[in-house]
């Protein structure tokens, strides 16, 4: 299997190849893609060494899966193109997520809405990711009405400058900054543009990605993006009123028998997750599990992942593993 990776040189892309090298994904023929500029570096893959092509190069080459991790401008203008030759494209930008034709996939939830004739699918935004996975057993059981969602988020979302920014600022440097205010020592509700409605763009795909993925157009949700100086992962305080009642044993143990999702639920041993230990993980981290006494039926939960694997790169090489393992490429 040929696989081309648009986007080999970022963040997301470097993690994709670890990724796939982790998962042993086989691939008999790799071609990693970027911009111009960034044609002619050597990356490397499987211990051997790849000399960055452009995008139209790829094409040419025809490979069965293509992954994009380079902007949804990007995808925008050559993904139709794998398409068309009969590739399978696994985007992982916010270019496909809203198109209804197009699969929005976190493949422990809703595999289904795949199929041999999908040739695009989108991977959705990190911070969806990593909640619908623990909230998709629960709204099955128990039916969810309302969701209100606080993320703290971490630079490498942002990208490599961001990362930078921290970093420079941490040691009194210097350098090009990637946000609008000082990131260390801070923290800001600021995730993508501001809309006209308010939100910022962020906050809506948490909206609109999570009534696609749990098939549930009239679930009421709002939420708050807030960027903090961390780089191990994403964090989420979800505040959830379900239909039904429940009993706090019976939602752990339909989080226990959720596939990718690990409780860690302990908060008198100062047991709960943190970003500083789910980096470099796939799985899902719950915890601070309690109910929500102002309500009838609430619950509260604090959620985190590492964004870069099962928010972005993990999620995207296990949708290509699913379409492995059907057959279809």
């Known amino acids: 299997m040929v696989i081309a990776l648009v986007g080999a040189t970022g963040l997301v892309g470097e993690m994709v190849m670890r990724v796939m090298e982790e998962q042993k994904l086989p691939v008999t023929g790799f071609i990693p893609c970027a911009s111009a500029r960034s044609a002619g570096r050597e990356v490397s893959f499987k211990g051997r060494a790849y000399?960055?092509?452009?995008?139209?190069?790829?094409?040419?080459?025809?490979?069965?899966?293509?992954?994009?991790?380079?902007?949804?401008?990007?995808s925008k203008q050559y993904a139709a193109a794998f398409a068309e030759q009969g590739a399978f494209v696994i985007?992982?930008?916010?270019?496909?997520?809203?198109?209804?034709?197009?699969?929005l996939v976190v493949p422990e939830v809703n595999a289904d809405t795949m199929s041999p004739t999908t040739k695009i699918i989108a991977n959705p935004n990190c911070s969806t990711i990593q909640m619908v996975?623990?909230?998709?057993?629960?709204?099955?059981a128990y039916g969810i009405r309302r969701l209100v969602i606080s993320t703290y988020q971490s630079v490498t979302g942002t990208g490599i400058k961001a990362v930078r920014q921290l970093h420079n600022e941490r040691a009194g440097k210097y350098g090009e900054s990637a946000y609008p205010h000082p990131i260390d020592l801070n923290c800001f509700p600021h995730g993508g543009a501001?809309?006209?409605n308010g939100y910022t763009a962020e906050e809506m795909k948490l909206?609109?990605?999570?009534r696609r993925i749990l098939n549930a157009p009239d679930m009421q949700i709002t939420a708050t993006v807030v960027r903090i100086p961390v780089v191990g992962g994403h964090a989420e305080a979800v505040n959830i009123e379900l239909e039904k009642d429940f009993s706090l044993s019976a939602i752990k143990a339909l989080l226990q028998n959720t596939e990718g999702v690990v409780i860690q639920d302990d908060p008198a041993n100062n047991v709960y997750p943190m970003?500083?230990?789910a980096e470099g993980r796939d799985e899902v981290f719950v915890g601070r599990i309690r109910r929500d006494v102002s309500v009838p039926h609430g619950l509260d939960m604090w959620i985190v992942a590492d964004n870069l694997r099962k928010g972005a790169a993990t999620n995207a090489v296990?949708?290509?593993?699913?379409?492995?393992?059907?057959?279809?490429v």
């Open 275 to 277: 970003p500083r230990f």
């Open 91 to 103: 985007d992982n930008s916010s270019a496909w997520r809203s198109d209804p034709t197009v699969p």
């Open 133 to 140: 996975l623990p909230l998709s057993s629960i709204h099955k």
């Open 318 to 328: 296990q949708i290509a593993q699913h379409l492995l393992e059907r057959g279809w």
């Open 194 to 196: 501001f809309l006209d």
């Open 207 to 210: 909206v609109n990605e999570t």
């Open 51 to 74: 000399k960055v092509r452009l995008v139209e190069e790829a094409i040419a080459a025809r490979p069965q899966l293509v992954l994009f991790s380079a902007g949804a401008a990007i």
